[in-house]
């Protein structure tokens, strides 16, 4: 019987501490950054090159919403910067027909104006606060209205090219800056996917 006891006053003890023990894992995030990211992806046009162009912010954006819309508008930022000093060196460069050279200088201008709409929208979002504080709406859509104008000059810098000579040495000219220009459009768009699940639902499109 005193053991019995014994057994059953341990027991008392010791159940408290396990269902406190329980309750405080249960709290925590049962899924990592990199599943976080993975799942927000996945309601992106290109997941995958969503989750490949996020994986190295995944220590920053832990799991808020806000920081990987951030990061994603870094990556927008950083393509489109990148696709406009190319272009940038093709407007420079000889060799190309009067037609090109015109597309490709409407090209420069259309990316200028991307990467300026993009570096906007990721000081208006880091300026946007958290839902429910002040401005936070306004700002959102500011930040919608000029993504998804930089989307437009992506694809206004691709369409300017689609009359062009097809000759070997000017289909490869197109061909580099399409490749270039369509990444920066991808991950734009997966960007403003990711803005508008942060966006008030009121707000989306």
Request: aromatic letters at 6%; glycine letters at 4%.
């Amino acid at each position: 019987m005193k053991s019995t006891s014994k057994f059953t006053l341990s027991l008392s003890l010791f159940l408290p501490l396990l269902i406190s023990a329980t309750t405080t894992t249960s709290s925590k995030p049962t899924t990592t950054p990199s599943d976080f990211i993975k799942t927000s992806c996945s309601a992106t046009r290109y997941p995958a090159l969503c989750v490949e162009s996020l994986s190295a912010y995944a220590p920053t954006i832990r799991h808020d919403p806000q920081h990987l819309a951030q990061a994603a508008l870094s990556v927008s930022i950083n393509h489109a910067k990148s696709a406009h000093a190319f272009v940038t060196r093709l407007a420079r460069s000889k060799g190309v027909t009067s037609r090109e050279a015109g597309a490709v200088r409407d090209c420069v201008e259309n990316m200028s104006d991307s990467v300026d709409r993009l570096a906007r929208s990721f000081k208006e979002l880091a300026q946007a606060g958290r839902p429910g504080s002040r401005d936070f709406a306004w700002r959102m859509s500011n930040v919608q209205t000029w993504v998804s104008a930089a989307l437009t000059d992506a694809s206004s810098c691709v369409d300017g090219f689609a009359g062009s000579s097809s000759s070997a040495v000017n289909g490869r000219l197109r061909n580099s800056v399409r490749v270039r220009v369509m990444n920066v459009a991808r991950v734009t768009s997966n960007a403003l996917a990711l803005i508008n699940h942060v966006a008030p639902q009121n707000m989306q499109p």
